[in-house]
């Protein structure tokens, strides 16, 4: 605890994400599974979590969201969503030129200091595989979100059958022999202090969010670092993803339901006929 998230923030190497990328990486991995397997994959629906989450979230989305657009095609029976590229650039700009308060970080600190969050998290081999000086020299790594893992999945909510990607952060301890055995990834995620009402309730819906993400890859667990409003680390959480909706209702503002949100889109994506 006590690791400063802004340091090493003018070393950045920072993935420029704004070209259009579509669906491609994805679907070359959907290829190269059926050139493996002979089989074809069959789904009513291939897009990447981030539009899936999107579409859950939107019950709820009047908490300070500002809705979204998206793209679909069908081609032989299967509907390919992706998200708007333009109205997502446009609401990055948006998000970006918000006046930051006058003695606080700006915005593209604050999203650093969840890659810097990774960076002091993660290794890149079990602890026993890596070097003292490795682990201890952490706090002055470069930061680099330029290299992402991502999980390809096979899911389905309601009667829809789905092919979903993402961006995982890490493996909680070693990735199983047996392919068909679950894989405990683990997302990390960084979050203001709670001192105040008005911090509970942005929490609960960053938690939606966490929720959400996590739900559509089976990922089971959530590492949550707590900071500082100058971004510096003061404690970790650790929440197992299939509680945290009855935590919210619990033990919150009950400002969501999951099973709101599971059968909202339920609903919505059998309208796709």
Same mark, same amino acid.
């Given at each position: 605890?006590?690791?400063? %998230? /802004?340091? !090493?923030?003018?070393?950045? @190497?920072? $993935?420029?994400?704004? +070209?259009?990328?579509?669906?491609?990486? %994805? $679907?070359?991995?959907? &290829?190269? %599974?059926?050139?493996?397997?002979?089989? @074809?994959? *069959? +789904?009513?629906?291939?897009?990447?979590?981030? #539009? #899936?989450?999107?579409? &859950?979230? +939107?019950?709820?989305?009047? #908490?300070?969201?500002? !809705?979204?657009? &998206?793209?679909?095609?069908?081609?032989?029976?299967?509907?390919?969503i992706e998200e708007n590229r333009e109205h997502k650039l446009e609401q990055r700009r948006s998000q970006h030129n918000q006046p930051s308060h006058p003695s606080g970080?700006?915005?593209?600190?604050? /999203?650093?200091? !969840?890659? @810097?969050? *990774?960076?002091?998290? %993660?290794?890149?081999?079990?602890?026993?595989?890596? /070097?003292?000086?490795?682990?201890?020299?952490?706090?002055?790594a470069i930061v680099n979100n330029h290299a992402q893992y991502c999980s390809v999945v096979k899911t389905g909510i309601g009667k829809t059958k789905m092919i979903l990607g993402g961006e995982v952060d890490a493996v909680w301890d070693c990735k199983p022999e047996d392919k068909d055995q679950p894989i405990n990834w683990v997302e990390l995620k960084t979050s203001a202090m709670i001192e105040s009402d008005r911090d509970i309730l942005k929490y609960e819906r960053k938690l939606m969010k966490f929720w959400i993400q996590s739900f559509l890859l089976g990922v089971p667990k959530i590492i949550v670092g707590f900071r500082s409003k100058f971004g510096i680390l003061q404690r970790l959480e650790e929440l197992e993803t299939k509680n945290i909706p009855g935590l919210v209702k619990r033990s919150g503002k009950g400002t969501w339901d999951g099973n709101l949100c599971i059968n909202f889109t339920a609903s919505f994506l059998e309208c796709r006929a």
């Open positions: 605890m006590g690791a400063d %998230l /802004s340091r !090493g923030f003018d070393t950045f @190497k920072q $993935l420029d994400d704004t +070209a259009d990328d579509h669906l491609d990486s %994805l $679907l070359k991995t959907v &290829m190269a %599974l059926e050139a493996d397997t002979g089989t @074809k994959c *069959e +789904a009513d629906i291939i897009t990447w979590r981030g #539009m #899936m989450t999107k579409i &859950m979230a +939107a019950p709820f989305d009047n #908490m300070g969201g500002n !809705g979204f657009e &998206m793209n679909a095609t069908c081609f032989q029976g299967t509907i390919f970080p700006s915005q593209d600190l604050m /999203s650093y200091w !969840g890659y @810097k969050f *990774e960076t002091l998290s %993660l290794l890149p081999t079990p602890w026993d595989g890596t /070097s003292r000086d490795y682990i201890e020299s952490r706090e002055d």
